[in-house]
Each structure stands twice: as structure tokens, then as C-alpha cells.
């Protein structure tokens, strides 16, 4: 039996998936909280459980959320991406993956997998999306290998300083209300 369930999140969730997140900026990431880059953190009622086209979704072992991942109806900003970037994931047609990270004790169990395929299902159910877009920094272990399992890259923005975040930008496959899950 699987021991992990993913779900959307519920206001007792919200606690658990913020500490996923902020571990992850700490640890993973190595320069934590950016309020710049993060504010969705703070305030993920407001940014993910109420818009009705946004949508948390957590991984739970237990009671414990182990793994989060994130829908907004939002694009690249620019700056600091390209500017037909921006153009070519509008606000409100675009559905933006954020968050998909998992607890270090519970990677390798196809978590992040699991996470993404649930929501791709809730984009396709939504109906009014044209494109899943998401970029990640590849200075990130296992960051990039990952993204390319699962998505088309569309722009690299690496310039190859690793002081700098080393951004690839992603493209997922629009899924249909029928897509199998596997």
C-alpha cells in the first residue's frame, strides 16, 4: 500500500506546505526567503485555495505534509524573464507550475511526479487554459534532469555564473480531461 496521499490542501495543510517550501529555499536553494520571489508563501490561502483557478496541492505521509506543488493562472513576469517570454504566457490563459518540491526523507518515491501529473489533471479540468509553463533553476541537483522527463524546454537563461540563478524555462503538455494518470 502506497503510503503517501496527495490531495489539495486544506487550511490545516497550510502550516506543513509552508515549512516544505521554506526548508526548501534554505536548504536546497541556499538563499532562503526572498520576499520578492516568495510572498506567495506567507499568504498561500490567499494566492492558491481561494482563486478558483489556483490550486495547492500536498503530499501527506501520515498527518505530515511531505511535498507540495502549485497552479497560478499567471506567466512569467518580465523582468526578470525576456519580454516575449511574458507575451508567450499570458496572464490568465497561462497555467504556471510553482512549489514542487518534496521533503529530502521522502524523494525517490516518485512524489514530484505524482504531484505534477495532479496538476496537470486540474488544469485540464479547469478547460480555459492554453498552455503549462514552469522554470527552475538548474543549479538545483536533479533540478533539470527531472524537468526534461516531463517537458519540453522553451528558452535557456543560463549565463553560466553560478552566483546567478541558471533558469530554464519549461514547457509541459496541455492535458486533456481524459489524459490517463500514468
Given at each position: 500500500m502506497n503510503p503517501y496521499v496527495i490531495q489539495p490542501a486544506l487550511p490545516r495543510h497550510l502550516d506543513g506546505a509552508r515549512q516544505v517550501m521554506l526548508d526548501t529555499f534554505y536548504r536546497d536553494f541556499g538563499y532562503g526567503y526572498q520576499p520578492q520571489w516568495?510572498?506567495?508563501?506567507i499568504d498561500l490561502e490567499g494566492t492558491y485555495l481561494l482563486p478558483c483557478r489556483h490550486t495547492l496541492l500536498v503530499a501527506l505521509h501520515g498527518d505530515e505534509v511531505v511535498g507540495t506543488t502549485a497552479v497560478r493562472a499567471q506567466g512569467p513576469k518580465s523582468p526578470?524573464?525576456?519580454?516575449w517570454l511574458a507575451r508567450l504566457y499570458p496572464d490568465g490563459t497561462t497555467a504556471q507550475l510553482y512549489r514542487v518540491y518534496v521533503a529530502p526523507a521522502h524523494r525517490r518515491h516518485g512524489l514530484a511526479r505524482d504531484l505534477v501529473r495532479q496538476a496537470c489533471r486540474f488544469v485540464a479540468?479547469?478547460?480555459?487554459?492554453?498552455?503549462?509553463?514552469?522554470?527552475?533553476?538548474?543549479?538545483?541537483?536533479?533540478a533539470e534532469a527531472f524537468w526534461r522527463s516531463m517537458a519540453e524546454p522553451v528558452f535557456d537563461d543560463r549565463d553560466g555564473d553560478p552566483e546567478h540563478l541558471?533558469?530554464?524555462h519549461f514547457e509541459l503538455p496541455m492535458p486533456t480531461s481524459c489524459d490517463?494518470?500514468?
Amino acid at each position: 500500500m502506497n503510503p503517501y496521499v496527495i490531495q489539495p490542501a486544506l487550511p490545516r495543510h497550510l502550516d506543513g506546505a509552508r515549512q516544505v517550501m521554506l526548508d526548501t529555499f534554505y536548504r536546497d536553494f541556499g538563499y532562503g526567503y526572498q520576499p520578492q520571489w516568495h510572498e506567495d508563501v506567507i499568504d498561500l490561502e490567499g494566492t492558491y485555495l481561494l482563486p478558483c483557478r489556483h490550486t495547492l496541492l500536498v503530499a501527506l505521509h501520515g498527518d505530515e505534509v511531505v511535498g507540495t506543488t502549485a497552479v497560478r493562472a499567471q506567466g512569467p513576469k518580465s523582468p526578470p524573464h525576456p519580454e516575449w517570454l511574458a507575451r508567450l504566457y499570458p496572464d490568465g490563459t497561462t497555467a504556471q507550475l510553482y512549489r514542487v518540491y518534496v521533503a529530502p526523507a521522502h524523494r525517490r518515491h516518485g512524489l514530484a511526479r505524482d504531484l505534477v501529473r495532479q496538476a496537470c489533471r486540474f488544469v485540464a479540468e479547469c478547460g480555459d487554459y492554453r498552455s503549462i509553463y514552469l522554470h527552475t533553476d538548474t543549479r538545483v541537483p536533479g533540478a533539470e534532469a527531472f524537468w526534461r522527463s516531463m517537458a519540453e524546454p522553451v528558452f535557456d537563461d543560463r549565463d553560466g555564473d553560478p552566483e546567478h540563478l541558471q533558469t530554464l524555462h519549461f514547457e509541459l503538455p496541455m492535458p486533456t480531461s481524459c489524459d490517463s494518470p500514468h
